[in-house]
């Protein structure tokens, strides 16, 4: 990932010297030894909603649980951060508002803590305002980094949570920091808005900060079994590829690992107040943060082995346990009786009356499938069922207008009834023909051309590749 570790170096932008009686408290910005640079990361995309703001709490809470010193800073006027750690401040508490803005507010000022080993510095909607105020100020793009300056010895890592825009509040977020991480989703517009995204940073290394680096893509609410996702994955790593060695800030850019699957977990944490590692630990959303923050670590060369909480070494990190399987199987089984009962029907589960299924109860009920199941509407219109005479006699099926004229159905009727005439044959056939939208859909039984999932993923590749060529990543 990061090929070099993260070495004590020397302060890309040295401390200013705290003045006597000045606002800097003795030790802390100067001791003995120049305090270590902690790592700070812009997580950057001028688009909304793409996942910086989930990504910022959990990476952050992750490197917390692994004995980091993190502080996050909202920079966002949505102020989505601080909802995720239920943290009420009062009208006195100071803001990223005034930490840019006002002269004398310090950033102790505004420094609040969410959890052990976990700072954050909150927005404030104003903050939407804040870009023309900045915008007046001499210096205006390197305020942040002189008001972060100060404490930089108290935390190992930094996050930059930017607002989805490239203005005034994401060029001082870029100046400061050392390393971008573009939060985006694996498809094809988001692969377009990356290159816009880069030339905003090779501009910035072009004069305010030299040394910044994009060192990763951090695919969120990632669908992994999607072919056009896994086409574009290929396309991102084979662009990066290509720089390798080039002096843009994007060389040594590589994909995280691993993608964050799309987890409903993560959108209903922040409406408890927590973070994926306090709301539900052993879910994928807690997982794939806490394998990024574990390679991170390892490649930044920081300690890796001690998460503090359930997340590791949780569902997901092993098979589960006979005792756990027993339980899970107990609770599946009083929640189909419990589903039973509601129905006030039958002891009997019947697996196709509409009792609203909790998917445990589903899957319960899918390993005990009765004979009786086949007899019903639901299943008479699947293409196995269709098979059965049973099935093709089936009342619903046959009275249903909608289900009479429904292409689905005369297939199925037709491979049924052979007495069918040619010439009604062939009405359906021109109708095939001429009427995209009542095209039947293909049988499930006709033998599907072979198709590899390679040979899927290389022509979306193909497709991706297309529009990329006039002026993709391509500086
Ligand atoms: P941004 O900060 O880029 O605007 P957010 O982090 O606020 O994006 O995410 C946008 C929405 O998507 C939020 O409701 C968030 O809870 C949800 N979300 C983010 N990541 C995931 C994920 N992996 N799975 C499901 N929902 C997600
Ligand atoms: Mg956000």
Redesign the pocket.
């Known amino acids: 990932m990061h090929e070099e570790p993260h070495e004590p170096q020397p302060e890309l932008h040295p401390s200013p010297a705290p003045e006597a009686g000045g606002d800097v408290e003795a030790g802390e910005a100067i001791d003995a030894e120049p305090a270590r640079k902690p790592r700070v990361i812009a997580l950057l ?1 001028q688009k ?8 910022t709490v959990n990476l952050g809470a992750a490197f917390a649980r692994y004995g980091q010193r993190v502080l996050l800073v909202d920079l ?1 006027p949505q102020s ?1 951060l601080s909802l995720h750690f239920g943290v009420e401040s009062g009208p006195e508490q100071r803001t990223i508002r005034d930490l840019l803005l006002d002269p004398t507010c310090r950033i102790e000022d505004a420094v609040q803590t969410a959890r052990p080993g976990l700072d954050f510095i909150p927005a404030v909607t104003e903050l939407a305002l804040v870009e023309g105020e900045l915008a007046q100020q001499e210096g205006m793009q390197t305020v942040l980094r002189s008001k972060l300056e100060p404490v930089y010895g108290n935390y190992d890592v930094v996050l930059l ?1 930017c607002p ?1 825009s490239l203005g005034v509040l994401s060029v001082n977020a870029l100046t400061v920091a050392d390393e971008v991480f573009v ?1 985006m989703q694996a498809h094809y517009l988001p692969l377009r808005g990356l290159e816009k995204l880069l030339q905003t940073v090779h501009l910035i290394s072009q004069g305010l900060n030299p040394t910044i680096r994009v060192t990763g893509i951090l695919l ?2 990632h669908d992994g079994s999607s072919s056009h996702a896994r086409a574009v994955i290929g396309e991102i790593e084979s662009q990066l590829a290509q720089f390798r060695g080039m002096d843009v800030p994007w060389s040594t850019a590589t994909v995280l690992d691993p993608p ?5 977990k ?2 209903e944490a ?1 409406s408890f107040g927590q973070t994926i590692f306090d709301y539900a630990p052993h879910c994928p ?1 807690a997982d794939d943060y806490r394998r990024i923050a574990e390679q991170l670590l390892a490649g930044w060369g920081l300690p890796n082995t001690a998460f503090d909480g359930a997340g590791r070494g949780g569902a997901s990190d092993a098979a589960p346990s006979p005792k756990r399987k027993r339980k899970s199987a107990q609770r599946a089984k009083r929640e189909v009786s419990a589903a039973v009962k509601k129905t006030g029907k039958s002891k009997k589960v019947n697996p196709t009356s509409k009792v609203k299924k909790s998917p445990k109860v589903a899957k319960a009920m899918k390993t005990t499938k009765s004979p009786k199941a086949a007899e019903s509407p639901k299943a008479a219109k699947s293409p196995k069922a269709a098979k059965s005479p049973k099935a093709a006699k089936s009342p619903k099926a046959a009275k249903s207008p909608k289900a009479a004229k429904s292409p689905k159905v005369t297939k199925s009727s037709k491979s049924s009834t052979t007495k069918k005439s040619a010439a009604a044959q062939k009405t359906i056939r021109t109708k095939k023909t001429t009427n995209r939208s009542s095209r039947p859909r293909k049988s499930s039984k006709a033998p599907k051309p072979a198709r590899s999932k390679q040979m899927r993923v290389a022509k979306q590749t193909k497709r991706i590749r297309r529009p990329l060529r006039s002026g993709g990543l391509s500086l």
């Open positions: 995309n909304g909603g793409v996942g910086k703001t989930t990504s966002d989505n949570d989805p939060p969120c609410m964050v699957r799309r987890n409903i993560l959108a922040p959303g």
